[in-house]
Every structure is written in structure tokens, then in C-alpha cells.
């Protein structure tokens, strides 16, 4: 899977003033960040997908698809807590012209690691696409184990881990131990230089949606081995960063697109737009 390499931007979902999926902005944000990126991620957490119902998410990856100007590659996010459930989907989503499902790990139910074992070998079993492991331990409510992680790497339809732990010694031991056609994708924009110099091969990035450019440097000079230029890279977004994610994930994001003149900055309940507070102090670092 060398084509998912390098930097996948968590593509947002733009909305209208009326709360409607904007195709017009999404076109703009494909645009503004396919110019740089390495791949799409389409209908993950930035993507608002826990609010989309099933004829948008169909939609906004039929469009994604059909406007993609560097035909890149395409990821898809599908999943959530009721395993049955994400079987179906997967079964029922029109998959072609994508090359892997990106599934997040169980939340609310808080499983155990067997039942986390049982819960992706059944997605995997059934999937006619590879399976990425999504491990986010501050939405989820529970962390995949190192144990786990490497058991399910020997699957033969589990390619990858988009690791979101914030453990640098985790995603180390990880790495050091998995088989070497696994992939792990940094899922914290300001660890992947870290991560990348322990052995991830890239990130998929909320940050690039807003920074495509300058986030791709980061992965860009990582891939080249130049660590230090990476890192640099990556300092440069840090003071930003925190923004992103202090009124919740893609609220931060979404207003730098809107002062961008990219998209609008409309997301749905229970989030809420931008405070006044946080678009001013996003407009002084801009």
C-alpha cells in the first residue's frame, strides 16, 4: 500500500447556512488540499460522519470520487460500536475506486482486547477491501494494546493502524515488533515527525485540511529521512494546533477554511461554529 504513504488529509464535510452537505465547498477544499496531499480520507471524524445519514455519506463519497483533480487515493471511514452494523455498511457501500476502510476503534461499549480482537476480525473476515485500525483512546474510551495490535497485524486483510494514542513509546514498541508489511499512520498531527522517525510511514491529518502545504513538508522531509527539517516543519504549525481542537474537532479547522475563503465554517449539533474568541485568535496567527 504504498500509495498511502506521505500525508491523507481528514477531509472535512462542508455545510450550508441551512445545514445541507456543501458540494460547491467541498469541491474548493478537494481542490485546495489535493494540490499537496497524498491521499483523501473521506467520512472519518473531521468528516462530521457520526451526523451524516446514509444518502449523504453515499453521496459525499460518490462526489469525492468523481472530483478528484489528481486522482488520489481514496479512504473511507466506516465504522463505529455495533459490529454487525459496520459489516453491513461495508457490504452495502459502493467501494469501487477506493483501496482501504479506515475503522475506528469501538466507542461507548468499551470492549475488552479480546473482544477488540473478535470485533476487527469479523470486519476484516467480511471486508472485500484491506482494514485500517483506528486507535483513539480520548474518543473511544479505551486504548487498543500493543498485544492487540500486533496480533491483529498478522490478519491478512489488516494492513495498517492509524494510531492516535499519543504514546510515543507505545507507537515505538509497535513499530519495532509488527510485521514489516504493516503501516502505522500518525493520527496526532504534532507527533508524526516523532512518530515517522520511529518508523510510521506518514499521517492522515486534520491540520491538512487547513495546511495542506505546509503539513506535507513534515511527512515530506520524513520520507526523505532529513528528521531535523521535519520537525522544524512541523514547529511551525504548533502554535495553531491547539486551536484546532479546543472547541472540538473540525470547529478549529473549519474556521481557518472559512478565513481562508475555502468553505464556510457551518457544523452540525452538538457542535457549534467558532466562538468569537477563538476566530479572532485564529485570524492574529493566520
Given at each position: 500500500m504504498d500509495s498511502l504513504r506521505g500525508t491523507g488529509v481528514a477531509l472535512v464535510t462542508?455545510?450550508?447556512?441551512?445545514g445541507e452537505v456543501d458540494f460547491t465547498g467541498l469541491k474548493n477544499v478537494l481542490e485546495f488540499t489535493g494540490a499537496h496531499v497524498d491521499y483523501f480520507v473521506v467520512l472519518g471524524t473531521t468528516g462530521e460522519a457520526a451526523t451524516l445519514n446514509k444518502t449523504e455519506k453515499k453521496e459525499v463519497l460518490e462526489f469525492v470520487k468523481n472530483n478528484n483533480p489528481k486522482e488520489l487515493p481514496i479512504v473511507v471511514g466506516i465504522g463505529g460500536n455495533n459490529t454487525a452494523q459496520i459489516i453491513e455498511d461495508i457490504k452495502t457501500t459502493h467501494l469501487e475506486g477506493v483501496v482501504a476502510v479506515l475503522s475506528v476503534s469501538p466507542y461507548y461499549n468499551k470492549p475488552s482486547q479480546a473482544g477488540l480482537i473478535a470485533h476487527y476480525t469479523a470486519i476484516a473476515d467480511a471486508s472485500p477491501l484491506p482494514i485500517i485500525l483506528y486507535n483513539v483512546p480520548g474518543r473511544t474510551g479505551s486504548n487498543i494494546s500493543i498485544k492487540t495490535t500486533l496480533e491483529l497485524a498478522n490478519h491478512s486483510n489488516i494492513i495498517g493502524i492509524?494510531?492516535?494514542?499519543?504514546?510515543?513509546?507505545?507507537?515505538?514498541?509497535?513499530?519495532?515488533?509488527?510485521?514489516?508489511?504493516?503501516?502505522?499512520i500518525s493520527g496526532d498531527d504534532m507527533?508524526?515527525?516523532?512518530?515517522?522517525?520511529?518508523?510510521?510511514?506518514?499521517?492522515i491529518s486534520v491540520m491538512a485540511n487547513g495546511f495542506p502545504k505546509e503539513f506535507t513538508e513534515i511527512t515530506t522531509y520524513?520520507?526523505?529521512?532529513?528528521?531535523?527539517?521535519?520537525?522544524?516543519?512541523?514547529?511551525?504549525?504548533?502554535?495553531?494546533?491547539p486551536l484546532m481542537y479546543?472547541?472540538?474537532?473540525?470547529?478549529?479547522?473549519?474556521?481557518?477554511?472559512?478565513?481562508?475563503?475555502?468553505?464556510?465554517n457551518n457544523v452540525r449539533l452538538p457542535l457549534v461554529p467558532a466562538s468569537q474568541s477563538?476566530?479572532?485568535?485564529?485570524?492574529?496567527?493566520l
Amino acid at each position: 500500500m504504498d500509495s498511502l504513504r506521505g500525508t491523507g488529509v481528514a477531509l472535512v464535510t462542508p455545510f450550508t447556512e441551512e445545514g445541507e452537505v456543501d458540494f460547491t465547498g467541498l469541491k474548493n477544499v478537494l481542490e485546495f488540499t489535493g494540490a499537496h496531499v497524498d491521499y483523501f480520507v473521506v467520512l472519518g471524524t473531521t468528516g462530521e460522519a457520526a451526523t451524516l445519514n446514509k444518502t449523504e455519506k453515499k453521496e459525499v463519497l460518490e462526489f469525492v470520487k468523481n472530483n478528484n483533480p489528481k486522482e488520489l487515493p481514496i479512504v473511507v471511514g466506516i465504522g463505529g460500536n455495533n459490529t454487525a452494523q459496520i459489516i453491513e455498511d461495508i457490504k452495502t457501500t459502493h467501494l469501487e475506486g477506493v483501496v482501504a476502510v479506515l475503522s475506528v476503534s469501538p466507542y461507548y461499549n468499551k470492549p475488552s482486547q479480546a473482544g477488540l480482537i473478535a470485533h476487527y476480525t469479523a470486519i476484516a473476515d467480511a471486508s472485500p477491501l484491506p482494514i485500517i485500525l483506528y486507535n483513539v483512546p480520548g474518543r473511544t474510551g479505551s486504548n487498543i494494546s500493543i498485544k492487540t495490535t500486533l496480533e491483529l497485524a498478522n490478519h491478512s486483510n489488516i494492513i495498517g493502524i492509524k494510531e492516535a494514542c499519543g504514546d510515543l513509546s507505545q507507537t515505538g514498541e509497535i513499530a519495532s515488533s509488527k510485521p514489516d508489511d504493516f503501516m502505522i499512520i500518525s493520527g496526532d498531527d504534532m507527533l508524526t515527525a516523532a512518530m515517522m522517525k520511529q518508523g510510521t510511514i506518514g499521517a492522515i491529518s486534520v491540520m491538512a485540511n487547513g495546511f495542506p502545504k505546509e503539513f506535507t513538508e513534515i511527512t515530506t522531509y520524513a520520507l526523505a529521512g532529513d528528521f531535523d527539517q521535519a520537525q522544524k516543519a512541523s514547529n511551525r504549525l504548533e502554535a495553531v494546533n491547539p486551536l484546532m481542537y479546543e472547541e472540538s474537532n473540525p470547529v478549529g479547522v473549519k474556521e481557518v477554511l472559512r478565513q481562508k475563503g475555502i468553505c464556510g465554517n457551518n457544523v452540525r449539533l452538538p457542535l457549534v461554529p467558532a466562538s468569537q474568541s477563538l476566530r479572532e485568535r485564529l485570524s492574529q496567527l493566520l
